[in-house]
Structures are given as structure tokens and as C-alpha cells.
């Protein structure tokens, strides 16, 4: 497994999660790790992403201010700090990483991606 991902679970809008995603292999050593989403009946959509070097961030316009992603290298871990959720944020959230060396500038796009996580169901109630 390259990818594993853990910490969703049910919450109360203006609630908080923090999501992990355990890396391996290959994975590990990629050069950009993400989260995307993907919410009943849409497409699978980017939600956050950090560069292996520099450690540069980025996010989705829905989530800035609310959604912090970090890793921790000496326990190749990924997270993303949920708060102030909302129901429009209930979605199974999975992990990725992007090995190729133009990741970083296809961040977004599902096609960037070598390795998903099995992904994780975050439900936020209203």
C-alpha cells in the first residue's frame, strides 16, 4: 500500500478534523502530495497540495482560510487540518501524490496524480 488514509468520520457543521495519510514506497518520496475530494454525484476535485521541495502550499478557493495541509517527513505523513467545516465540505477525501517533476504545476487536475489513497468519508451535518 503507497498510500493510506485515516481520520474522517462525522461532525457538526463549524466542527473540526484532521485527516492523516500514511505514505510508503514510492509514494514517499513523490514530489508533490494532495487531497482531493469528491462529494455525491461530482467529480473527484482538488482540495489542497504541498511541494516536497520548498514546502510550498496551495488550495481550492472553497477551503482557503479553513484547511491547512502539512507533513511530517520523519513519519512520511500528510495531513489536512479540517476546520470550520460546513455540509458542503462532506465528501470522501483522499489522498495523492505526484511522482513526474511537473506535478507541481498540474497540482490540480486528476491526471497529475500517480498514487491515490483509498480515501476516507468526511460527513459535516448541518
Known amino acids: 500500500v503507497q498510500l493510506q488514509a485515516s481520520g474522517g468520520g462525522l461532525v457538526q457543521a463549524g466542527g473540526s478534523l484532521r485527516l492523516s495519510c500514511a505514505a510508503s514506497?514510492?509514494?514517499?518520496?513523490?514530489?508533490?502530495l494532495s487531497w482531493f475530494r469528491q462529494g455525491p454525484g461530482t467529480e473527484r476535485r482538488f482540495v489542497a497540495a504541498?511541494?516536497?521541495?520548498?514546502?510550498?502550499?496551495d488550495y481550492a478557493d472553497s477551503v482557503k482560510g479553513r484547511f491547512t495541509i502539512s507533513r511530517e517527513d520523519a513519519k512520511n505523513t500528510l495531513y489536512l487540518q479540517m476546520n470550520s467545516l460546513k455540509p458542503e465540505d462532506t465528501a470522501v477525501y483522499y489522498c495523492?501524490?505526484?511522482?513526474?517533476?511537473?506535478?507541481?504545476?498540474?497540482?490540480?487536475?486528476?491526471?497529475?496524480?500517480?498514487?491515490w489513497g483509498q480515501g476516507t468519508l468526511v460527513t459535516v451535518s448541518s
Open positions: 504541498i511541494k516536497r521541495s520548498g514546502g510550498n502550499t
Open positions: 495523492a501524490a505526484g511522482r513526474r517533476s511537473d506535478s507541481w504545476s498540474y497540482r490540480y487536475l486528476v491526471a497529475s496524480v500517480d498514487y
Open positions: 514506497g514510492r509514494a514517499s518520496n513523490s514530489y508533490v
